[in-house]
């Protein structure tokens, strides 16, 4: 499957992914993933950043209000389609620009950093999509971005209960057999059966690799590894969303934050 293939399949997945995540169904990015992101983010105010896969906008806005002079990219219309209505609602100064992860329409060095917010892992060529990363950064410039995990984001997985019912543990499978467009259908677990059944589930794309193969390609694309996390929901976060509790048993994201190396002739 190709860029633009998987493109359409984000679009169709669009209105139903915008609903349903503005009516605070995503918890896992709410309560988990994007705080632990924003935690990790070095200080942004007064650089140009790009948001890179930036859906209906709604961490791109998160970033403009930190200061940052912000453009969202998605190969998605329908997804730009409500980031620019919200931008009217509400201007912050972000310019969405559609386009494709491995064809970046922007000149090189073009920007202070990049984030991808649980983008990456949906495109194809990720090695490609890095080496354009690369080139539109400044020098030393930085990418952060998560992914859903590699090591727990397996083919086989299964949850574990005890004898009470508990959720104890996963079972996990088919670590190195990578992935290359197989699609996955399901729906945000948080949102009532009645407003799922209002949207056909999501279909997205599945491109994986193993963590030494992201980190290796991070090295090849010309980055140095400056942090690394695994988000936790702590004891006030599971009071908040009690529902995040599974991600206590394994980690189910990564976060990644490397810098383009300056090269000293």
């Known amino acids: 499957m190709n860029h633009l293939q998987t493109g359409k399949l984000w679009n169709d997945n669009a209105d139903a992914w915008t609903a349903m995540a503005r009516a605070g169904y995503d918890i896992y990015r709410d309560c988990l993933n994007t705080p632990a992101f924003l935690a990790m983010l070095s200080d942004v105010a007064g650089l140009t950043g790009l948001d890179l896969g930036c859906g209906e906008g709604h961490n791109t806005r998160l970033l403009a209000r930190r200061g940052a002079a ?17 931008e009217t609602r509400a201007p912050l100064g972000v310019r969405y620009v559609q386009g494709s992860g491995l064809e970046l329409p922007f000149a090189s060095a073009s920007f202070d950093f990049i984030t991808a917010f649980m983008s990456l892992m949906d495109m194809p060529e990720t090695a490609r999509v890095l080496a354009e990363a690369h080139r539109v950064l400044k020098p030393g410039g930085f990418l952060q971005f998560s992914i859903t995990h590699p090591c727990t984001d397996t083919p086989i997985r299964r949850k574990v209960k005890d004898e009470q019912g508990r959720e104890i543990a996963f079972v996990l499978g088919g670590y190195f057999l990578r992935q290359a467009g197989q699609i996955d259908e399901w729906s945000f677990s948080s949102a009532p059966a009645a407003v799922r059944a209002q949207w056909a589930p999501f279909r997205v794309p599945r491109y994986t690799h193993a963590l030494s193969q992201w980190l290796n390609m991070l090295i090849d694309a010309g980055f140095s590894i400056e942090r690394i996390g695994e988000p936790y929901p702590d004891d006030e976060t599971l009071e908040r969303c009690p529902d995040t509790s599974d991600a206590r048993i394994m980690p189910y994201f990564l976060q990644i934050r490397v810098k383009k190396r300056i090269i000293n002739d």
């Open 70 to 86: 912000m453009t969202g990219l998605d190969i998605a219309g329908r997804f730009l389609h409500h980031a620019r209505a919200e």
